[in-house]
């Protein structure tokens, strides 16, 4: 069993930057692989990245390339989403997920693959 809490969403102008955590309790956090989604409103949750158990390995949705960064820290039990020039249509509830490794296929981008979730931070970016 794995508990996520994320935090650290919150109002910023547009170009400005947030970093996202999500603390992680129960056992072996380093075994799964972690990943990022976000939902705006009215539309259908999506992959925003994810990195590998290990943090070997890491793959971004084309929409966030280039701008937001996914990185964990097994020691603290915490992955981080730092996210930079932010524009209006990232604004989004934004929620991490926990992926068995042997449930998919690298990288898992579909909300199926994804045994555990945590509740989600809401972006707010204004232009």
């Known amino acids: 069993q794995v508990r996520l809490v994320a935090s650290g969403g919150g109002f910023v102008q547009a170009g400005g930057s947030l970093r996202l955590s999500c603390a992680a309790s129960?056992?072996?956090?380093?075994?799964?692989?972690m990943g990022w989604f976000r939902q705006a409103t009215e539309k259908e949750r999506e992959f925003v990245a994810i990195i590998s158990a290990r943090g070997g390995s890491i793959f971004y949705a084309d929409s966030v390339k280039g701008r937001f960064t996914i990185s964990r820290d097994d020691a603290e039990n915490t992955v981080f989403l730092q996210m930079n020039n932010l524009t209006p249509v990232d604004t989004a509830v934004y929620s991490c997920?926990?992926?068995?490794?042997?449930?998919?296929?690298?990288?898992?981008?579909?909300?199926?693959?994804?045994?555990?979730w945590g509740q989600g931070t809401q972006v707010t970016v204004s232009s």
């Open positions: 129960g056992r072996s956090f380093y075994n799964y692989h």
């Open positions: 997920a926990a992926a068995d490794p042997l449930g998919g296929t690298w990288p898992q981008r579909n909300l199926r693959e994804y045994d555990y």
